[in-house]
Structures are given as structure tokens and as C-alpha cells.
């Protein structure tokens, strides 16, 4: 791969990396920077983030059906939550799945943002890298 192309996209995702962190913090999103990928392959840069952040994004209506319990399970290990009073993880899970299908969860859109930014860096910094190399000629 050419160098320069390297060196842009390593620019690049530092850049999406801010973005991600600015629009994150925006909709109060924390713990985020451990599963959201931003990685180059080959000649292009891969975003990647967990299928349950589309819940996170749309949120969930109060009285709909109850999510995975074995979901919530993984979730619950994943923060290294210890339940106490008796209850199993499994028991753990099933009271959040429950109250989540009662209550809902609250939307916190992100998704439209991050990629709209993707894009707008992107397009930027590869106008500019397509200048100067036409300039180079």
C-alpha cells in the first residue's frame, strides 16, 4: 500500500476516534471504547460495533417482550456484576429482562451521528489526499 495512503488513514482514525468519543459522550454513553472497532484493513477502515448498541440506539418500548435473558447474562459477566442476595446470574438476568420489557429503555441515538461524521471525515480527508496527489503530477 502506498505510504501516504497509510499515513492518511492512520490520520483518519485518530480523527473517527475523536468523533466517536465527542459523539458518545453527547448521548451519555460510557465504556464504549473497548466496543467500538476502528481498525485498517488493507486499504480501508473497518467500524465495527456490538449488534446490541442497535438497542442502545432506538431504546425499547415499555411494554414490550422481554430481551434475551441469556444476553443479559453475557452483559452481566461483561461488567463483572456480582449478584448478591442469594440470586443466581440467570435470576439476575431474568429481573433486568423483565423490568426492561416493563419499563422500556430510553433511546440513545448515536448511530446516524457516527456515521454522518464517518462520512464528512472521510470524504474530507480524501479530497485533500486525491489534491495533493494530483498536484504531485
Same mark, same amino acid.
Given at each position: 500500500?502506498?505510504?501516504?495512503?497509510?499515513?492518511?488513514?492512520?490520520k483518519?482514525?485518530?480523527?473517527?476516534?475523536?468523533?466517536? %468519543? /465527542?459523539?458518545?459522550?453527547?448521548?451519555?454513553?460510557?465504556?464504549?471504547?473497548?466496543?467500538?472497532?476502528?481498525?485498517?484493513?488493507?486499504?480501508?477502515?473497518?467500524?465495527?460495533?456490538?449488534?446490541?448498541?442497535?438497542?442502545?440506539?432506538?431504546? &425499547? /418500548?415499555a411494554? %414490550?417482550k422481554?430481551?434475551p435473558?441469556?444476553?443479559?447474562? &453475557?452483559?452481566i459477566?461483561? /461488567?463483572?456484576?456480582? @449478584?448478591?442476595?442469594?440470586? %443466581?446470574?440467570?435470576?439476575l438476568?431474568?429481573?433486568?429482562?423483565?423490568?426492561?420489557a416493563? /419499563?422500556?429503555?430510553? @433511546?440513545?441515538p448515536?448511530?446516524v451521528?457516527?456515521r454522518?461524521?464517518?462520512?464528512?471525515l472521510?470524504?474530507?480527508?480524501?479530497s485533500?489526499?486525491?489534491?495533493?496527489?494530483?498536484?504531485?503530477?
Open positions: 500500500m502506498d505510504k501516504d495512503l497509510q499515513k492518511e488513514l492512520k483518519l482514525t485518530k480523527a473517527i476516534n475523536v468523533a466517536v %468519543s /465527542k459523539i458518545m459522550k453527547k448521548v451519555g454513553i460510557k465504556n464504549y471504547a473497548d466496543k467500538i472497532k476502528i481498525e485498517i484493513r488493507n486499504s480501508f477502515i473497518e467500524v465495527s460495533i456490538p449488534d446490541y448498541y442497535i438497542y442502545v440506539d432506538s431504546g &425499547r /418500548k411494554g %414490550s422481554m430481551p435473558v441469556l444476553s443479559i447474562m &453475557r452483559w459477566g461483561t /461488567k463483572g456484576i456480582n @449478584p448478591s442476595g442469594g440470586i %443466581s446470574r440467570r435470576q438476568a431474568f429481573i433486568i429482562a423483565r423490568s426492561i416493563n /419499563k422500556g429503555i430510553a @433511546p440513545r448515536f448511530i451521528a457516527l454522518a461524521a464517518i462520512e464528512d472521510t470524504l474530507k480527508t480524501f485533500n489526499f486525491i489534491d495533493t496527489k494530483l498536484k504531485q503530477l
